[in-house]
């Protein structure tokens, strides 16, 4: 099963950018999908955005437009690029393949002024 490093996460002010990384220690090429999820406090963990095998994207209503996922299989990663971040966006974010259950220990995402 492939493990998952998430990275990139911090203190933004609203407006600004970060980008998340997700280094797996098996090559991504051959999972079906990768997502990226995110958890706000005291609410359930959603799915923030989506990038099949092929390439086919999907994006939560609330990020379209903002958010870019991207993945590199030469390096085992996927990136989620944020932009025009916002309050409600803070979350911690968690990466893994769809079809899998392990998760990894997220990275926090604040915007605040």
């Known amino acids: 099963q492939v493990q998952v490093v998430e990275s990139g996460g911090g203190l933004v002010q609203p407006g600004g950018s970060l980008r998340l990384s997700c280094a797996a220690s098996?090559?991504?090429?051959?999972?079906?999908?990768m997502g990226w999820y995110r958890q706000a406090p005291g609410k359930q963990r959603d799915l923030v955005a989506s990038?099949?095998?092929?390439?086919?994207?999907h994006y939560a209503q609330s990020v379209e437009g903002r958010f870019t996922i991207s993945r590199d299989n030469n390096k085992n990663t996927m990136y989620l690029q944020m932009n025009n971040l916002k309050s409600e966006n803070t979350a911690v974010y968690y990466c893994k393949p769809t079809l899998s259950d392990a998760w990894g220990q997220g990275t926090q995402v604040t915007v605040s002024s």
């Open positions: 990038i099949t095998r092929g390439n086919n994207i």
């Open positions: 098996g090559r991504i090429s051959v999972i079906y999908a």
